[in-house]
C-alpha cells in the first residue's frame, strides 16, 4: 500500500489529536471532579461545617462559577480544532495524490475516518450553534453536541486498537512514520 504522509498531514493530524484531547479532558472534567452537583455538595457540607448555610441554588451558582474558567478553555480549543478541521478538507481536497485504498481492511480504514470526519463536522458546527445560533436551535444543538461522547470514543477504540495491531503486524514501524515521516 502507498502511504504518503506529508509533513502537512502529519502537522494536521498532531494538532488535531492534541486538540481533540485536550477538549476530552475539559468534558471529562466537567463530567466527574468538576461536576456542578458535586461541587455544590462539596461547598454546602463544607461551609455548613462552619455553620454557614447556603441554599442549593447559591452552592450550583457558585460551583459553575468555578467551572467557567476551566470550560472556557474547551470553547477556545474548539475554535482551534474548527480550524485545523477546515484546513484538513481543503488540504485532502486539493492534495494531488489522492489516497486509492485497494484492500478490504484499506477501505474500511478509509470509511472509519470519513465517517470520523463528517461525526466530528457535526460536533462542531452544533458546539459553534450552541454559542451563536439563534434561541430556537440553542436546546437542540445542545442534545446533537451531547452525543459526541457516543462516536468519539469507540473511534478512538478502533483507532488504537488498529495502530497497535498494525505495529505488531504487518505495518512495523507505522507509529514512527505519523511522526517523523519515514
Ligand atoms: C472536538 C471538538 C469537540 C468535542 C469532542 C466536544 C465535546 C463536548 C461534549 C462531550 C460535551 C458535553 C458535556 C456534558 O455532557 O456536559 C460538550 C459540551 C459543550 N461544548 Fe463541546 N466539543 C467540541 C467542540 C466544541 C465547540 C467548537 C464549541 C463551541 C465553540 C463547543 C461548545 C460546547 C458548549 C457550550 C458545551 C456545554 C453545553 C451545555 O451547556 O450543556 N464544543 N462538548
Redesign the pocket.
Known sequence: MKTSHTFIDRLLHWTLAL??TF??LT?FL??NWMEKNHVASLLTDGLSNIDVEITREQAIKIAKQIRKPMFDW??IM??I??GIFILRIIYTSVKKNLYDPKTTTEKFQLWVYRGFYIL?GF??IS??L??FGPDFIHDLA?EI??L??FY?IPFLIVHFTGIILAEFGSKKGIVSKMISGE
Do not use: S
Open positions: 486538540g481533540i477538549i476530552l468534558v466537567r463530567l474547551h470553547l474548539g475554535y480544532v474548527t466530528l460536533t462542531l458546539g459553534l450552541i454559542k445542545e453536541h451531547k459526541t461522547l468519539m
